[in-house]
């Protein structure tokens, strides 16, 4: 086992050039989501290169599956800068380099099948759940992936999330004439948003609900005839989510009947569900993590404050799945124009090789000691159970 390790660590870091040009040119074009056709096209020619039969387009215009080998086997999903979505493809195909090496290492013998999978529009498109609902991940043993942050820590608090879009309907009418036969969508939205910071005074400390103004009139001397507000919603399961929007929803529809407006409320069709971390394939990432440098945080409010959330949570309630953070080297945080820049610096890219190497070696103990994936599979359907 230790001699696979090294092959794939060895290939790992004869690409490193490579790969870190693969990153770069990712995060020189950033695309949004379900439009990542520059990052497809390098992605996929990478891989094809590298010796994996491609397959393009795959599901979503966008997504594609890389696959090396036959049978079952783990998945190594993401496409991405905020966010630093250039990282993880780099770990994601650089972690497939390692297992295939380790693979054509074991001749003859079967160990099983790594798939590469592109999986679109993490940020908000929830690619991964289109990909799920196509069966893309039914047949696979596990999932791990890697994402970038400023602490390095085993697993994330991902919460579960759904996104609402609450739209009021008044009537419009001369704001300095005939206010009296106005109804004012304005003043249910601004109810709303009252109504919804109250309720946060109830709230565990573990809720978030964070919204804005998108439609909030046309002239000042116009009653607003359609005013509207986009929520996220979160909770650290989806049972709790279910909870907390019931409680949200008494706040929107109150602000309606207080103003005499209508409402309509759209809900996202494909929300994200909390980061199931599976505890025999985190084991197995730390212990992997360690032997190439990794260091873990050991600041509590540091790897258990409350982070975002993300479609790797729906994937980890259908196989076992692991979704730890990694530091690239600053302080910024995510989401700004600080750790924009740092995905896109040379320091990023010690960290970045060893996460691939960390998850290819994880791959490989699962691989090549079926035991592990009895177990693995026992422990996910223990957590579902609790989850329900």
């Known amino acids: 086992m230790d001699g696979l390790k090294t092959v794939a660590c060895g290939a790992i870091d004869s690409l490193k050039d490579e790969l870190n040009d693969l990153s770069q040119e990712i995060w020189k074009n950033p695309e ?10 390098v992605l996929t020619q990478f891989l094809e290169k590298q010796g994996f ?24 999903p993401e496409i991405g ?4 979505h250039n990282l993880i493809a780099e770990v994601g195909v650089a972690a497939g380099i390692g297992i295939k090496a380790a693979m054509e290492k074991c001749g003859e013998r079967d160990i099983g099948t790594v798939f590469v999978i592109g999986t679109p529009a993490e ?17 696979l043993d596990a999932a791990v992936m890697s994402h970038p942050y400023n602490v390095t820590c085993l697993a994330g608090p991902y919460k579960a999330m759904n996104r609402v879009t609450v739209t009021y309907k008044g009537k419009a009418a001369h704001a300095a004439a005939f206010p009296w036969e106005g109804i004012n969508a304005l003043d249910a939205a ?15 400390p573990t809720w978030r609900i964070h ?56 809900w996202d069709p494909k929300p994200y569900s909390n980061m199931i971390s599976n505890h025999t394939l985190v084991s197995l990432y730390e212990k992997n993590a ?43 945080v995510n989401h700004s124009h600080g750790f924009t820049a740092a995905s896109g610096s040379p320091k990023a890219q010690p960290y970045t090789l060893n996460q691939g190497k960390a998850l290819a070696m994880t791959a490989l103990d699962v691989m090549c000691q079926q035991h592990l994936v009895a177990k ?13």
Do not use: W
């Open 190 to 204: 601004v109810m709303a948003y009252q109504s919804i910071s109250c309720l946060r005074q109830q709230m565990k």
């Open 81 to 84: 800068h905020a966010c630093g």
């Open 123 to 139: 940020e908000g498109g929830g690619g991964k759940v289109d990909l799920i609902r196509s069966g893309v991940f039914s047949h």
């Open 53 to 76: 039969n491609v397959e393009k387009g795959y599901v979503l215009p966008t997504a594609f599956r890389a696959t090396f080998g036959k049978g079952a086997g783990p998945a190594l």
């Open 32 to 41: 949004l989501n379900f439009n990542e056709h520059h990052a497809h096209s």
């Open 290 to 332: 360690e032997s190439v440098g990794v260091e873990f945080s050991k600041d509590y409010n540091s790897t258990n404050a409350p982070c975002g959330s993300t479609d790797m949570g729906n994937v980890s309630h259908v196989l076992p799945s692991i979704h730890p953070m990694f530091d690239i080297g600053t302080e910024a």
């Open 376 to 388: 693995m599979k026992a422990e996910f359907q223990e957590d579902i159970r609790k989850e329900q």
């Open 211 to 266: 919204g804005i103004f998108t439609k909030a009139g046309v002239k000042p001397n116009i009653i607003p005839e359609v005013a509207e507000l986009l929520y996220y919603i979160r909770a650290p399961t989806d049972k709790e989510l279910r909870e907390l929007t019931k409680k949200a929803m008494v706040c929107f529809e109150g602000a309606a009947k207080m103003t005499g407006c209508t409402m309509e409320v759209e």
